[in-house]
């Protein structure tokens, strides 16, 4: 299978360089796994942006407040729910940040845990405790009387700036009449009726987000059971569920990218998500990847977290990182109740920003590092002959050792976004660059070191 699949490669390449003159030769690509053709812009996209807004943000106390709390249906959605009016949220200033930032898509809660809908679904039994009020932005909050819609809105920033758009769906649903709060799952299922019937107003529901947003991605959550067995009302969503959503998916659209969420630890969905880790060099997935990471702590506002931000430093190194394992990264912004974004997390995009800018050329469309093992230093990345050195540690003596890519000659060794060429030495398998004794970017300086 695979020598044949090597010769329709071939077969491909050869037609392809003989209508154009300028196709590059094919590279060895270090992660083992071919990417599928509606996955291509999102793998070498390698950045995104994620965002949890919902009725937590208003309470501001972390997107898992009503579980970690126990706070009743009732009281979450009389006196947190009703209470969330984001007028200020503005689509353009988070997109901008988003694109200056160097992200190339963005994945927002369309519906998180707590189950506030943050579309005006239509679908029946998405109510209140009283079975009277739609349990949404527009039908449930006094955001409902703006007439507005925040979704499209982000949607429509994006699409002007050229970022693509996602949409996160949480599979357990704290406030649906179906569930209660606890048990394995976070949520427990009142009968199994209840469950058939929360399922298939679920897909309904992510029929409405296809047809009304038409995500590029639907990243699921919410999907703890790991079970393979009969459903039961502790365990109720399972392996069976995932791979029928999954289907479903396809079957609204089939380009759409899909996270293993469906039902993870089966090897389903389109890609694999780790949650704010980064897989072992030896450990990486032998098919797509993406990390989520958050800035600080919690996912959804968290108003005692707010001076407790993860370094920038520790944020570009997690990027470079994760591409030279060949993933891509996608970190989160939780804005406050208002809709405002919040000061840290402008702080920490307007740094990726600065970084960007300079760097960028060793994320996007970069294959995983050509070396087994990382340096102590940092770590690699690479595009067709160029290999990037990401040097978080800078070495005081004003030498940098690095490996020697496939034992070929360099043309060149730069400090990105500088011109001027830096000296170095080939021994062996090893390149000792001069470099200057400050780190040109402190928290990690890229060097282009351009092979022949
Ligand atoms: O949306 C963000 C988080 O709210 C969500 N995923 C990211 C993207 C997240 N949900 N849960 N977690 C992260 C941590 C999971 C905890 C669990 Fe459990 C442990 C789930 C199952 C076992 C807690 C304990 C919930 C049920 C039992």
């Not at 790991?226 to 659209?253: F, H, I, R």
Request: aromatic share 12%; hydrophobic share 35%.
């Amino acid at each position: 299978m695979k020598t044949i699949m090597k010769k329709l490669v071939m077969v491909i390449l050869v037609a392809a360089t003989a209508v154009t003159s300028v196709i590059e030769m094919p590279v060895q690509n270090a992660s083992a796994y071919s990417v599928p053709a509606n996955m291509k812009w999102w793998s070498n996209a390698k950045f995104g942006m994620f965002i949890h807004f919902g009725a937590y943000s208003y309470y501001g106390q972390g997107e898992w407040a009503m579980s970690e709390q126990k706070i009743s249906k009732q009281k979450y959605q009389t006196e947190i729910a009703a209470k969330f009016n984001p007028t200020s949220f503005d689509a353009a200033e988070i997109v901008k940040y988003a694109k200056n930032a160097g992200m190339k898509y963005i994945v927002v809660t369309a519906k998180h845990h707590e189950g506030l809908a943050m579309w005006d679904t239509k679908i029946e039994s998405f109510k209140d405790y009283t079975g009277t009020k739609t349990f949404s932005l527009q039908g449930y909050t006094p955001f409902g009387a703006t007439g507005r819609d925040v979704l499209q809105e982000l949607k429509d920033a994006c699409k002007k700036a050229g970022l693509r758009f996602g949409l996160y769906y949480s599979i357990v649903d704290w406030n649906h009449s179906s569930q209660e709060l606890g048990g394995s799952l976070s949520s427990t299922m009142l009968s199994m009726d209840a469950r058939a019937k929360y399922i298939t107003d679920m897909k309904a529901q992510i029929k409405e987000l296809v047809d009304l947003y038409d995500p590029a991605v639907m990243w699921f959550d919410g999907d703890w059971s790991y079970s393979d067995k009969e459903p039961t009302l502790e365990k109720w969503w399972t392996k069976a569920d995932g791979e029928e959503l999954y289907q479903y998916m396809k079957s609204l659209n089939p380009d759409i990218i899909v996270n293993e969420r469906v039902c993870r630890g089966f090897g389903l969905g389109d890609f694999e998500c780790p949650e704010r880790s980064i897989p072992d060099k030896g450990a990486v997935p032998d098919r797509p990847w993406e990390t989520c990471q958050s800035m600080n702590d919690a996912w959804g506002y968290k108003e005692s977290l707010e001076k407790a931000y993860l370094p920038l430093s520790f944020i570009i190194g997690d990027l470079a990182m994760v591409a030279s394992e060949g993933g891509n990264y996608l970190l989160n912004i939780g804005p406050k109740g208002n809709g405002k974004m919040t000061a840290g997390s402008k702080k920490i995009l307007n740094g990726m920003a600065d970084w960007m800018k300079k760097n960028s050329a060793s994320i996007y469309g970069v294959s995983a590092s050509p070396f087994k093992k990382d340096p102590a230093w940092g770590t690699y990345t690479r595009k067709n002959k160029t290999v990037y050195a990401h040097v978080c540690k800078w070495p005081k003596k004003g030498e940098l050792v690095m490996k020697r890519y496939q034992k070929k000659k360099i043309q060149k060794i730069t400090v990105m976004g500088k011109s001027k060429k830096l000296k170095y030495k080939i021994q062996g398998n090893k390149v000792t660059v001069t470099v200057p004794k400050k780190a040109p970017d402190k928290n990690d300086t890229v060097l282009a070191v351009k092979y022949k």
